[in-house]
Nanobody
Protein backbone atom coordinates (compact mmCIF):
# COMPACT_ATOMS: atom_id res chain seq x y z
CA UNK A 1 0.00 0.00 0.00
CA UNK A 2 1.33 3.43 -0.96
CA UNK A 3 1.50 6.09 1.70
CA UNK A 4 2.31 9.73 1.05
CA UNK A 5 2.81 11.97 4.06
CA UNK A 6 3.01 15.73 3.56
CA UNK A 7 4.45 18.25 5.98
CA UNK A 8 5.59 21.85 6.04
CA UNK A 9 2.38 23.81 5.57
CA UNK A 10 1.44 26.75 7.73
CA UNK A 11 0.70 30.45 7.87
CA UNK A 12 3.05 32.88 6.18
CA UNK A 13 2.90 36.52 5.13
CA UNK A 14 2.83 37.51 1.50
CA UNK A 15 6.34 37.52 0.08
CA UNK A 16 7.47 34.80 2.45
CA UNK A 17 8.62 31.25 1.83
CA UNK A 18 7.68 27.73 2.83
CA UNK A 19 9.02 24.30 1.95
CA UNK A 20 6.68 21.36 1.71
CA UNK A 21 7.85 17.78 2.02
CA UNK A 22 6.24 14.55 0.88
CA UNK A 23 7.62 11.27 2.15
CA UNK A 24 6.64 8.22 0.13
CA UNK A 25 6.57 4.68 1.43
CA UNK A 26 8.97 2.52 -0.53
CA UNK A 27 11.05 3.35 -3.60
CA UNK A 28 9.74 6.54 -5.18
CA UNK A 29 11.29 5.67 -8.55
CA UNK A 30 8.65 3.03 -9.08
CA UNK A 31 6.25 5.87 -9.85
CA UNK A 32 6.14 7.45 -13.30
CA UNK A 33 6.03 10.86 -11.63
CA UNK A 34 5.40 12.61 -8.37
CA UNK A 35 3.92 16.01 -7.98
CA UNK A 36 2.14 18.64 -5.99
CA UNK A 37 -1.43 19.73 -6.53
CA UNK A 38 -3.44 22.32 -4.67
CA UNK A 39 -7.07 23.07 -4.05
CA UNK A 40 -8.31 26.44 -2.92
CA UNK A 41 -11.76 26.87 -1.34
CA UNK A 42 -14.46 26.66 -3.98
CA UNK A 43 -12.01 25.76 -6.73
CA UNK A 44 -10.95 22.60 -8.51
CA UNK A 45 -7.74 20.83 -7.65
CA UNK A 46 -4.93 21.97 -9.94
CA UNK A 47 -1.44 20.82 -10.76
CA UNK A 48 1.32 22.92 -9.24
CA UNK A 49 4.51 21.07 -10.12
CA UNK A 50 5.61 17.63 -11.20
CA UNK A 51 8.84 15.66 -11.39
CA UNK A 52 9.16 12.51 -13.48
CA UNK A 53 11.09 9.40 -12.56
CA UNK A 54 13.75 10.62 -14.96
CA UNK A 55 14.03 13.92 -13.14
CA UNK A 56 12.23 16.18 -15.61
CA UNK A 57 10.25 18.92 -13.89
CA UNK A 58 7.37 21.09 -14.94
CA UNK A 59 5.54 23.88 -13.14
CA UNK A 60 2.19 25.52 -13.62
CA UNK A 61 2.45 28.95 -15.23
CA UNK A 62 1.07 30.57 -12.08
CA UNK A 63 4.06 29.45 -10.00
CA UNK A 64 6.92 29.56 -12.51
CA UNK A 65 9.88 31.46 -11.17
CA UNK A 66 8.56 31.17 -7.60
CA UNK A 67 8.13 27.46 -6.82
CA UNK A 68 10.68 24.68 -7.29
CA UNK A 69 10.05 20.96 -7.08
CA UNK A 70 12.92 18.67 -6.14
CA UNK A 71 13.53 15.25 -4.66
CA UNK A 72 15.84 13.24 -2.48
CA UNK A 73 15.81 9.73 -3.88
CA UNK A 74 17.64 8.28 -0.89
CA UNK A 75 14.91 9.61 1.39
CA UNK A 76 12.02 8.86 -1.01
CA UNK A 77 10.96 12.45 -0.48
CA UNK A 78 9.72 15.16 -2.81
CA UNK A 79 9.94 18.82 -1.89
CA UNK A 80 8.19 21.97 -3.00
CA UNK A 81 10.11 25.14 -2.26
CA UNK A 82 7.69 28.05 -2.41
CA UNK A 83 9.08 31.59 -2.54
CA UNK A 84 7.45 34.98 -3.03
CA UNK A 85 4.17 33.57 -1.80
CA UNK A 86 0.97 35.40 -2.66
CA UNK A 87 -2.46 35.32 -1.00
CA UNK A 88 -3.78 33.48 -4.06
CA UNK A 89 -1.41 30.61 -3.24
CA UNK A 90 -3.57 29.83 -0.22
CA UNK A 91 -4.83 26.27 -0.58
CA UNK A 92 -4.53 22.73 0.65
CA UNK A 93 -1.49 21.23 -1.05
CA UNK A 94 -1.57 17.54 -1.93
CA UNK A 95 1.24 15.22 -2.80
CA UNK A 96 0.56 12.86 -5.70
CA UNK A 97 2.29 9.77 -7.01
CA UNK A 98 1.43 8.43 -10.44
CA UNK A 99 1.82 4.72 -10.95
CA UNK A 100 -0.75 2.25 -12.23
CA UNK A 101 -3.11 4.63 -10.47
CA UNK A 102 -2.89 7.98 -8.73
CA UNK A 103 -2.06 8.01 -5.06
CA UNK A 104 -2.73 11.00 -2.82
CA UNK A 105 -1.58 12.29 0.50
CA UNK A 106 -4.00 13.83 2.99
CA UNK A 107 -2.85 17.35 2.22
CA UNK A 108 -1.25 20.20 4.10
CA UNK A 109 -2.76 23.66 4.44
CA UNK A 110 -0.85 26.71 3.25
CA UNK A 111 -2.27 30.08 4.20
CA UNK A 112 -0.72 33.27 2.86
CA UNK A 113 -1.84 36.47 4.54
CA UNK A 114 -1.77 39.84 2.81
Amino acid sequence: QVQLVESGGGLVQAGGSLRLSCAASGNMLRFNAMGWYRQAPGKQRELVAIITSGGTTNNADSVKGRFTISRDIAKNTVYLQMNSLKPEDTAVYYCNAEGTMHYWGKGTLVTVSS
